[in-house]
């Protein structure tokens, strides 16, 4: 070592120096179910819907003989109550969703170790909106929100075509499953707001009024990207209506606004019915799609988080391949500490830091709070662990750059990928 040179930084003090910039940076939280509060009642929040996530739903029902139906009857209240009893009662909150419930109420501040339901709805109860949004963005360390806005939720588009004040801290993104998943009937409902799709016939007019739907509803939301969630087996080229339309319309549009796509495979919704929005599974995805629409749409720029763990190590050599391809996030199944951990750290080996680790996917506000502590804790752990690789190898990355790396990894790479 040159004389010059500082002292290597002590192990010690490189994981507290890493630790506070990963806990100090504000995120950039790219995909959520959250919503600007101008959309009222669809903006959820508090002790009960936080207990009715049907992450909770689906865990809490596998520890009662209720019948399913008996459960959808409860009201709100009803069914967290069952929640409460079968998962943080008659057993121990172990599962990461109810830890998450835990955490998030630890941090507002509220004494869990009361068990007290009743307690917690009082606090609740007397909560300012405006108030807890702020304080559960803070207490996230969450800067930006990015909704998930489909222009085909008859609760949702009556507010946009509405119009409203927009609240800054939320930006929208434009969700089109029904467009390419549900195409025979989504002409029609186009056809009724007046696109002259034609009777349904995947040709040159029904693509550029696609692209005319497309083109009002970018202009109504300026949305960050456009997005769909995609089964497993999706596959591109091909003669779906998904793939035709992405060929026709989507990606058309996509390149020349520059909005970057956002494919979400892997998903098998309703695998058990009977659990409704908790009834959706997983399966393996055919990332030949991704790839060959990297390859052949140069001039695209797309986003990508795909479902099945064993996907991951494909999809980060996938990027490795395409700049033109931005991944993120360990979403939903993938949300878990075990498994946020093995994927941030093979995506910073693999990728260095032009990814994006996490999104929260929330759908209850509150949960911006645990779903953010629960990953800034593993990605400080990963972080630490590379600086120290580093280090020993005599590089020393100065608080400086590590500030700017972690700044990139929540959420200015992805603000990078917009602008690129
Ligand atoms: O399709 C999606 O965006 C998924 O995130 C689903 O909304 C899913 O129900 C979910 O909430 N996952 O976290
Ligand atoms: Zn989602």
């Known amino acids: ?92 909150p172990l599962s990461e969703a109810c830890r998450g419930v835990l955490t998030t109420l630890h941090a507002l501040g509220l004494d869990v170790r009361r068990r007290d339901l009743p307690a917690l709805r009082q606090w609740f109860a007397q909560r300012n909106l405006d108030r807890h949004i702020t304080e559960c963005m803070e207490l996230a360390g969450v800067r930006r929100i990015c909704m998930t806005n489909s222009p085909f939720d008859p609760l949702e588009r009556p507010v946009w075509e509405r119009g409203f004040q927009r609240d800054e801290r939320f930006a929208a993104a434009l969700r089109i499953d029904p467009l390419l998943l549900a195409w025979p009937e989504t002409a029609a409902q186009l056809r009724e707001w007046g696109y002259a799709v034609g009777n349904g016939e995947l040709d040159d007019r029904a693509f550029s009024a ?117 991944i993120f996030g360990c979403w939903w199944f993938l949300n878990i500490p075990s498994l946020i951990d093995e994927i941030t750290r093979m995506r910073v080996e693999l990728l260095g830091l032009s990814f994006t680790p996490q999104h929260s996917d929330a759908r209850i506000l509150d949960q911006l709070v645990y779903k953010w502590r629960h990953s800034r804790e593993i990605i400080t752990r990963v972080l630490v662990d590379k600086y120290s690789d580093l280090a020993r190898t005599g590089w020393d990355t100065t608080p400086d750059e590590m500030a700017r790396d972690v700044r990139n990894l929540l959420g200015g790479s992805f603000e990078q990928f917009l602008r690129q």
């Open 1 to 92: 070592m040159n004389a010059n040179s500082p002292a290597p930084v002590a192990a010690s003090e490189l994981a507290a120096q890493v630790a506070r910039l990963v806990q100090s940076t504000p995120a950039y939280d790219l995909h959520t179910h959250l919503y600007d509060p101008a959309f009222g009642e669809l903006l959820l929040w508090g002790i009960d819907d936080l207990l009715v996530y049907h992450y909770l739903i689906a865990e809490s029902l596998r520890q009662t003989s209720l019948p399913f139906a008996d459960f959808w009857r409860l009201p709100k209240t009803g069914q967290a109550d069952l929640v409460w009893d079968a998962l943080f009662v008659r057993h121990s």
């Open 210 to 326: 696609v692209r005319r739907f497309l083109a009002d509803w970018s202009r109504k939301i300026d949305p960050q990207f456009l997005m769909v969630s995609l089964p497993p087996d999706f596959t591109f080229p091909g003669r779906s209506p998904a793939a035709q339309l992405l060929q026709g319309a989507v990606l058309p549009h996509c390149r020349d606004t520059g909005l970057p796509f956002a494919l979400m495979p892997g998903v098998r919704r309703q695998v058990n019915p009977l659990l409704r929005m908790a009834g959706d599974g997983l399966g393996l995805t055919d990332l030949r799609a991704l790839e060959n629409l990297c390859a052949s749409h140069p001039e695209n720029k797309f986003l990508a988080t795909v479902l099945a763990r064993e996907n991951q190590h494909e999809l980060t050599v996938l990027a490795r391949k395409f700049r033109n391809l931005h």
